[in-house]
C-alpha cells in the first residue's frame, strides 16, 4: 500500500479528544508522520464555523488533504433530511473537505420529490459523498446497505460506499463475504480489527482481532484511501507508527 492513500481519523486521538484537545492541534502530528489524509470527526468539533476553518488552514499548510465524517444518516423515518444534509455539506465546504461520510439512515426508498431534491444537492457539491456501513441493525447491514447504492447507481446519483471493515462484526456480518458484494460501490475504507467478548463487540488494533483484515483489502479496488478509525490508547503517534508499517508491507 502506498503511504498516500492511508488516512488517518481522529478517533485514533480519542484519549487526547475526550481530554479537550482540538482536532486542529492533532494535524501536525499526522504530518510529521508523513502521511497526507486526515479524516475529521463532526463529533468533535466545538465552535461553528471558527472549527472548520481554523482546520482548513492547518491542513493547507501541511499539505493534508481533509475528509470529512458526519455521525447522521441521510434519511430519518423514511424522510430524506435534506436541510441537515444542505447543511454538513456546506460544513465540508468550508472544511475544504473532499469526501464526507453518512450512514444510510431509516431509508425506506425514494419518492420523485426526495430524488430530484437530493440530485440538486449533490449538484452543489464537489466532492465525494459516501454511506457507510454502521454499527446498527437500521443501516449497518449489507442488504441495507446494497440496496441503497444500487438504487443510487441505477438514479445517477454521485452516492458511493465507504466499506468498514470492522462494523460488520457489530451486526454479526462477515467482511470478507460482504467486501466481494459491496466492492463495485467502494469508494473509502475504514479499517480496524474487532474482538468479540461477552460484553459485546469493541475495536482492537490490526492483527489483535478475529478479522482476516489483509483478505478483506485483498476484495476490495486497489488504490482506495484507507482509514485507520479506532482509538490507539496513550500514546497514538507511537501506535500509529506500528500500524503503518503493517500497511506499508501490503
Same mark, same amino acid.
Given at each position: 500500500?502506498?503511504?498516500?492513500?492511508?488516512?488517518?481519523?481522529?478517533?485514533?486521538?480519542?484519549?487526547?479528544?475526550?481530554?479537550?484537545?482540538?482536532?486542529?492541534?492533532?494535524?501536525?502530528?499526522?504530518?510529521?508522520?508523513?502521511?497526507?489524509?486526515?479524516?475529521?470527526?463532526?463529533?468533535?468539533?466545538?465552535?461553528?464555523?471558527?472549527?472548520?476553518?481554523?482546520?482548513?488552514?492547518?491542513?493547507?499548510?501541511?499539505?493534508?488533504?481533509?475528509?470529512?465524517?458526519?455521525?447522521?444518516?441521510?434519511?430519518?423515518?423514511?424522510?430524506?433530511?435534506?436541510?441537515?444534509?444542505?447543511?454538513?455539506?456546506?460544513?465540508?465546504?468550508?472544511?475544504?473537505?473532499?469526501?464526507?461520510?453518512?450512514?444510510?439512515?431509516?431509508?425506506?426508498?425514494?419518492?420523485?420529490?426526495?430524488?430530484?431534491? $437530493?440530485?440538486?444537492? &449533490?449538484?452543489?457539491?464537489? *466532492?465525494?459523498?459516501?454511506? %457507510?456501513?454502521? #454499527?446498527?441493525?437500521? =443501516?449497518?447491514?449489507?442488504?441495507?446497505?446494497?440496496?441503497?447504492?444500487?438504487?443510487?447507481?441505477?438514479?445517477?446519483?454521485?452516492?458511493?460506499?465507504?466499506?468498514?471493515?470492522?462494523?460488520?462484526?457489530?451486526?454479526?456480518?462477515?467482511?470478507?463475504?460482504?467486501?466481494?458484494?459491496?466492492?463495485?460501490?467502494?469508494?473509502?475504507?475504514?479499517?480496524?480489527?474487532?474482538?468479540?467478548?461477552?460484553?459485546?463487540?469493541?475495536?482492537?488494533?490490526?492483527?489483535?482481532?478475529?478479522?482476516?483484515?489483509?483478505?478483506?483489502?485483498?476484495?476490495?479496488?486497489?488504490? $482506495?484511501?484507507?482509514? &485507520?478509525?479506532?482509538?490507539? *490508547?496513550?500514546?497514538?503517534? %507511537?501506535?500509529? #507508527?506500528?500500524?503503518? =508499517?503493517?500497511?506499508?508491507?501490503?
Amino acid at each position: 500500500m502506498n503511504r498516500e492513500q492511508i488516512v488517518v481519523n481522529t478517533i485514533v486521538f480519542l484519549n487526547e479528544l475526550a481530554g479537550g484537545k482540538p482536532q486542529v492541534e492533532l494535524l501536525e502530528g499526522i504530518h510529521l508522520l508523513g502521511l497526507t489524509k486526515v479524516e475529521i470527526r463532526r463529533e468533535y468539533l466545538r465552535v461553528f464555523p471558527d472549527d472548520l476553518l481554523q482546520i482548513k488552514s492547518a491542513a493547507q499548510a501541511r499539505q493534508l488533504e481533509v475528509f470529512y465524517s458526519v455521525p447522521d444518516g441521510l434519511f430519518k423515518q423514511g424522510e430524506l433530511q435534506d436541510r441537515e444534509l444542505e447543511q454538513y455539506l456546506a460544513e465540508a465546504d468550508r472544511l475544504g473537505a473532499k469526501l464526507v461520510k453518512f450512514s444510510v439512515g431509516e431509508f425506506n426508498g425514494f419518492s420523485v420529490e426526495s430524488l430530484t431534491k $437530493l440530485k440538486q444537492i &449533490l449538484a452543489e457539491f464537489a *466532492g465525494i459523498v459516501t454511506v %457507510e456501513n454502521d #454499527q446498527t441493525k437500521q =443501516s449497518g447491514t449489507m442488504k441495507t446497505n446494497r440496496k441503497f447504492l444500487r438504487v443510487c447507481q441505477e438514479n445517477d446519483l454521485r452516492i458511493y460506499g465507504t466499506f468498514d471493515v470492522g462494523n460488520w462484526y457489530w451486526v454479526g456480518e462477515d467482511p470478507l463475504t460482504n467486501a466481494l458484494e459491496l466492492k463495485s460501490f467502494t469508494r473509502y475504507i475504514h479499517l480496524k480489527d474487532a474482538v468479540c467478548e461477552n460484553s459485546g463487540v469493541r475495536a482492537a488494533s490490526l492483527d489483535q482481532g478475529s478479522i482476516a483484515w489483509r483478505q478483506v483489502l485483498q476484495n476490495l479496488p486497489s488504490g $482506495l484511501p484507507v482509514a &485507520l478509525e479506532y482509538p490507539c *490508547g496513550d500514546r497514538p503517534l %507511537e501506535a500509529l #507508527q506500528e500500524e503503518l =508499517s503493517k500497511l506499508l508491507e501490503l
